[in-house]
Nanobody
Framework: QGQVAESGGGSAPAGGSLRLSCRAS????????MAWFRQVPGKEREGVAA???????SYSDSVKGRFTISQDNARNTMFLQMDTLKPEDSGTYYCAAGNAGTWCYVGTTQFHSNFPTWGRGTQVTVSS
C-alpha cells in the first residue's frame, strides 16, 4: 500500500496562508488518487480536496475558492495551498492515497473508503 507523509502544518492568523505538502512512496502515488482530509476532536474526518491522475480536482464546499490542491508527479508529492484561512480551518490535516476513478471526488458516497494509505497528520491552527 505504500506510505505517505505530511509536512508544513503550523499556525497562522485568520486571513493568512499555509502550504501543506505530502510526499508519497511510488506504490502509493501510483494508485492515482491523492487527497486531503481534516479532523477536529469530536467530529468526523472531513474530505477537503482530491486530485485524480487525470487531473480531476474536487473540493469541499467549505474550502472551495480558498484552498488549492496540486501535485508534482516527478516527486510523487501533493500540495495544499490554503489561503484566506479561517479559525474553523483548524484541525489535523491528513494526506491519503487511493484509487483513481469515480470515487476520487470529494462528496461521492465511497470517497472516504477509497483510501488504504494514510499519513499521521499535521496540525493546523488558525487564530482569530
Amino acid at each position: 500500500q505504500g506510505q505517505v507523509a505530511e509536512s508544513g502544518g503550523g499556525s497562522a492568523p485568520a486571513g493568512g496562508s499555509l502550504r501543506l505538502s505530502c510526499r508519497a512512496s511510488r506504490s502509493a502515488y501510483s494508485r492515482g488518487c491523492m487527497a486531503w482530509f481534516r479532523q477536529v476532536p469530536g467530529k468526523e474526518r472531513e474530505g477537503v480536496a482530491a486530485i485524480d491522475r487525470d487531473g480531476t480536482i474536487s473540493y469541499s464546499d467549505s474550502v472551495k475558492g480558498r484552498f488549492t490542491i496540486s501535485q508534482d508527479n516527478a516527486r510523487n508529492t501533493m500540495f495544499l495551498q490554503m489561503d484566506t484561512l479561517k479559525p474553523e480551518d483548524s484541525g489535523t490535516y491528513y494526506c491519503a492515497a487511493g484509487n483513481a476513478g469515480t470515487w476520487c471526488y470529494v462528496g461521492t458516497t465511497q470517497f472516504h473508503s477509497n483510501f488504504p494509505t494514510w499519513g499521521r497528520g499535521t496540525q493546523v491552527t488558525v487564530s482569530s
